[in-house]
């Protein structure tokens, strides 16, 4: 059947098909516009686990997502597809995740690596394992990308979207990241890891293409971070600051429009989970009180689109399921408004809003 063909046949008022894609949708890769790229790894992880089961708990989570949103009422026709992780990545997560282990409780007992030869050998296997997930990851997206495919990243720890950060930098010479999160991340190379979780943006800073880091939510963070913030190109806004100005009479669209004019004319969106208030994900991986809304982080993507701004990519990391399926279902909602957002800045069919009570 042709893509028109199924759109024509599919019902979207029914529940997802079981056998499909993310979301239910019944679109084959070739015929969808967006792909996901799962990456189920969380080797590094400091306090909390779980995120590289996020990216299955999402996917089981997307089926119960009503496809008819409100703001993006056409998004499903675009097709959304979730490819297949990159080969060995969650036996390879397990594996070196155990090994990283000892690593980090010896380090949190004041044990200096450099008297343990055996933990100085494993630090070095295991950050040779990530740069190969990176590696794969940036293979996996370059592979979509040169297909012609819009590609997004579903973590996994957030160290995950370094390699599509590189990728997206084979295509673009100078493009932002809007970055939203509990925790700067501009730790160097945190707990001996060249690639951890905690280490994301500042190996991001060292990709001469990504001009401008701008961070929203942020209310965790360390002096290495802050020296690394205020000498390089990253501008912050903590949750303290915006919740200040919020107190004194500064709406959140305002501040939205004061981020977004921040932001260079290329922006990929790198959202943490634990950005939000904790109850939207209470089993994530370092959660922090305080934060913002669903409401707000969807709010603040939509409006991007709707500026002279491009959305080039996004990631969200750190969906990390619990006993139920709400870290998944919040996961899910909050990538299917973000896919809607980036469609909706690359020009593409996304529907008019639905508007109520006019």
């Known amino acids: 059947m042709t893509k028109q063909d199924i759109i024509n046949t599919f019902d979207p008022s029914q529940p997802g098909l079981a056998e499909a894609t993310i979301f239910g949708l019944p679109f084959s890769a070739e015929q969808s516009e967006i792909i996901v790229i799962p990456v189920p790894w969380e080797v590094t992880v400091s306090y909390g686990s779980g995120a590289s089961k996020g990216p299955d708990a999402v996917m089981e989570a997307s089926f119960q997502v009503d496809l008819h949103h409100q703001e993006f009422p056409e998004l499903w026709k675009l097709g959304i597809f979730m490819d297949e992780a990159p080969k060995k990545l969650k036996k390879n997560s397990k594996k070196y995740k155990k090994q990283a282990a000892p690593i980090i409780e010896a380090l949190e007992k004041g044990k200096i690596l450099d008297h343990h030869p055996s933990m100085l050998q494993d630090l070095e296997k295991i950050n040779y394992a990530c740069s190969d997930m990176v590696e794969a990851v940036r293979e996996q997206t370059l592979n979509w990308m040169n297909k012609g495919k819009k590609v997004v990243l579903l973590g996994g720890d957030h160290s995950t979207p370094l390699g599509y950060y590189q990728a997206l930098a084979t295509k673009y010479d100078n493009f932002g990241i809007l970055h939203l999160d509990a925790h700067m991340d501009l730790r160097i190379a ?12 500042y190996n991001a ?11 929203v939510g942020i209310r965790d963070f360390c002096e290495q971070e802050v020296e690394v913030a205020l000498r390089d190109r990253v501008l912050v806004h903590t949750d303290s600051d915006l919740k200040q100005e919020v107190f004194e009479g500064k709406t959140w669209q305002q501040q939205c429009d004061q981020i977004i004019a921040s932001l260079p004319e290329k922006v990929c969106i790198s959202f943490d989970i634990d950005g939000m208030y904790p109850w939207y994900c209470p089993n994530t991986g370092t959660p922090v009180p305080g934060g913002f809304s669903f409401e707000q982080a969807a709010y603040l993507f939509s409006r991007l689109a709707e500026t002279n701004k491009e959305i080039i990519g996004f990631d969200l990391v750190e969906v990390a399921p619990g006993d139920d399926d709400w870290d998944g279902n919040v996961g899910a909602r909050m990538l299917f408004h973000m896919c809607g957002a980036f469609a909706k800045s690359q020009k593409m069919n996304v529907g008019d809003k639905i508007q109520f009570n006019k």
């Open 205 to 215: 800073l060292q990709i001469p293409q990504i001009s401008k880091i701008v961070q």
């Open 190 to 201: 945190y707990e001996g890891f060249t690639y951890s979780h905690a280490s994301i943006m």
